[in-house]
């Protein structure tokens, strides 16, 4: 059975600061559900995306999900993941998946790890910061060494014209499998993903919100989501252990783009 508990304090929670707290190890985990109340009250979105900067979870010093508070609630509410006032959701697993293993290859197995962190940068400005999270952990037998595992990563591009413009040999590569990539730009009218001259994902805005539509998810302002299992299936996934990747964007605007990789790295559970 799984498990939902409050663990230790961050600290040092403060206007400005980093605060920092230990993952628990010895069980396999599948979200963390950070709950911020400034004033002593829940925070809305607009309070969660001005004050919290980032989160990072670090496992050995390396980070592995990386996202900014605004972020993290418009990933939940991608996948159709309700939420409650001031709780900013970590999913480690997915709850969207298919089916039971494809939910669990993506939770973190524990066994191995020395240190894991999770980092929240608070911004200077936020008025009397409190924050609290709880952990949802899976059972003791199913814990295992840290191997295949579920990761948010994020890079940043830079679109100096508007029109087409081509990003090759895109991160992350190695023995890994792209879950999502999330576009984080309102300007960008269609896509297209290359994979060693194959084209795996050409859609422009309209059509990929339709394809999202069919599969549950629901696209958010500001974003171009590049969706490679709307089945909820992992082994839909693409793999990226590849000699060339392209990705093709129509822009209509310019300035930096944000793109959150969702990744699973490791070999896929049969």
Same mark, same amino acid.
């Given at each position: ?110 066994? /191995?790890?020395?240190?894991? #962190?999770?980092?929240?940068? $608070? &911004?200077?400005?936020? %008025?009397?910061?409190?924050? +609290? ?82 599969? /549950?998810?629901?696209?958010? #302002?500001?974003?171009?989501? $590049? &969706?490679?299992?709307? %089945?909820?299936?992992?082994? +839909? ?34």
């Amino acid at each position: 059975m799984r498990r939902i508990h409050e663990k230790p304090d961050f600290t040092p929670v403060a206007a400005g600061a980093t605060a920092i707290a230990q993952l628990p190890l010895g069980l396999p985990l599948h979200a963390a559900f950070l709950y911020y109340t400034p004033s002593g009250s829940a925070a809305n979105d607009g309070t969660i995306a001005a004050d919290i900067d980032r989160i990072r979870v670090k496992v050995n010093g390396q980070t592995k999900w990386e996202a900014t508070g605004a972020q993290a609630l418009d990933l939940s509410d991608f996948y159709g993941l309700s939420r409650e006032a001031g709780i900013i959701p970590i999913y480690f697993s997915k709850p969207t998946m298919r089916t039971a293993i494809g939910e669990d290859a993506l939770a973190w197995g524990t066994l /191995g790890i020395q240190q894991l #962190t999770v980092e929240v940068d $608070i &911004d200077g400005a936020a %008025t009397a910061p409190q924050l +609290d999270w709880y952990v949802w952990e899976g059972a003791p037998a199913d814990n295992r060494v840290f191997g295949a595992h579920y990761e948010l990563r994020q890079f940043t591009f830079n679109v100096g014209a508007t029109g087409e413009i081509r990003l090759q040999d895109l991160p992350p590569r190695g023995e890994r499998r792209i879950l999502a990539l999330h576009l984080g730009t309102a300007s960008c009218t269609e896509a297209q993903l290359n994979v060693n001259d194959r084209v795996v994902f050409n859609a422009t805005a309209a059509i990929a919100k339709q394809m999202g539509h069919a599969a /549950g998810r629901a696209w958010q #302002t500001g974003y171009f989501h $590049i &969706d490679m299992i709307p %089945t909820d299936r992992i082994v +839909d996934s693409l793999f990226w252990n590849a000699e060339a990747t392209e990705l093709i964007l129509q822009m209509g605007g310019t300035g930096n783009v944000t793109m959150l990789a969702e990744v699973f790295e490791g070999k896929i559970p049969v």
